[in-house]
């Protein structure tokens, strides 16, 4: 293992161990690598490291601090890898979505309250066949978002909203070259919804796998067409 990594794996045994939490500040750079019996050198390069995935955060002239860990920030590697895709890879987020989003819809059929449900529904009802492509796809991701977030794992939502940010410009695609994009969207959610209201997660799943699958088909047979 190289010296680097082993610094990295014991500031991150310091966090899961709990002698670092949230918001800590670390020890100074000498006093840190004589307590962990390594170099100088390799402790300023795993601080490096992990300041790039945003696990600590370098604060100049005042030390090094441990993030708020919060899920939304440690994602954003992730977010910054999937921003580099090219357009021929946007059906394998969409494949992804398929994977993980009815499961988060199937957590939140679970947890939705009848305000939950009433908040869902004034949303839809916001949204009509006058509305925009642009608007209909800012109220797919703030509907898709919404639901996510019911499921009550903060993990989950930041990856599902970090790739469902990025696939945008496919349904914006979709939305102007598919007839009767806009009904059959919102009558779509509102299935979902119907089904969140009786606590039905198999088929709150089930409607969202048909939901997101659509798109994907689409894509894969504009694709083929092009």
Not at 53 to 80: K, N, Q, W
Not at 122 to 145: R, Y
Not at 184 to 201: K, M, N, P, Q, Y
């Amino acid at each position: 293992m190289a010296v680097t990594d082993e610094a990295i794996l014991k500031i991150k045994e310091m966090i899961i161990s709990g002698a670092l939490g949230p918001g800590d500040r670390l020890p100074p750079e000498k006093e840190l690598s004589e307590r962990l019996g390594l170099s100088r050198s390799s402790m300023r390069e795993a601080v490096k490291a992990l300041e790039v995935i945003r696990v600590l955060d370098v604060r100049r002239g005042d030390g090094t601090y441990v993030t708020s860990l919060e899920p939304r920030l440690l994602l954003e590697a992730m977010s910054f890898v999937v921003d580099l895709h090219d357009d021929s890879s946007v059906l394998e987020l969409f494949a992804v979505r398929r994977i993980l989003e009815p499961a988060a819809v199937a957590l939140a059929a679970t947890r939705a309250t009848t305000d939950d449900v009433d908040a869902l529904r004034t949303q839809i009802a916001s949204v009509d066949v006058s509305t925009s492509v642009e608007d209909l796809v800012a109220h797919d991701l703030e509907f898709h978002g919404a639901i996510v977030e019911l499921a009550g794992n903060r993990y989950l939502a930041s990856l599902i909203e970090s790739l469902s940010s990025h696939t945008v410009r496919a349904r914006i695609w979709r939305g102007l070259t598919q007839e009767h994009s806009v009904d059959r969207t919102l009558s779509e959610h509102r299935a979902i919804v119907d089904a969140l209201e009786r606590g039905d997660a198999g088929l709150a799943q089930s409607l969202t796998v048909v939901h997101i699958a659509g798109i994907e088909q689409w894509l894969r047979d504009a694709a083929a067409a092009s």
